[in-house]
Nanobody
């Protein structure tokens, strides 16, 4: 199983980025894919997730209205479109996979995510 993130970069406040998480070694439709982030000195935060089974989604309050998660079954890839970026969005962003049966649109529980990518750095300058 492999999850590979890409798309992280340095961007100015108000800018946009699209992160990609390309998966291999899993039956894509059987899983949900989530994006977590961790800033220096802070706890890991669940940002957004999507069930590949039925496309239900979850967003943290801090990103609602600014971030959009989507998936591409053919490419086995999940995207996180991030708009109106703020300095507090600066972090390493990780994608992770959990069995779709654990997905909930109410929260993200890191303990149910079995597979993780290596992370991609997002830096938002003020």
């Amino acid at each position: 199983v492999e999850l590979v993130e890409s798309g992280g970069a340095l961007v100015q406040t108000g800018g946009s980025l699209r992160l990609s998480c390309t998966t291999s070694g899993i039956t894509f439709d059987d899983f949900a894919i989530g994006w977590f982030r961790q800033a220096p000195g802070k706890e890991r935060e669940g940002v957004s997730s999507i069930s590949n089974t039925d496309r239900r989604t979850y967003y943290a309050d801090s990103v609602k209205g600014r971030f959009t998660i989507s998936n591409d079954d053919a490419r086995k890839t999940v995207y996180l479109q991030m708009n109106s970026l703020k300095p507090e969005d600066t972090a390493v962003y990780y994608c992770a996979a959990e069995r779709a049966r654990f997905f909930t649109s109410a929260t993200m529980n890191p303990s149910t995510f079995n597979f993780w990518g290596q992370g991609t750095q997002v830096t938002v300058s003020s």
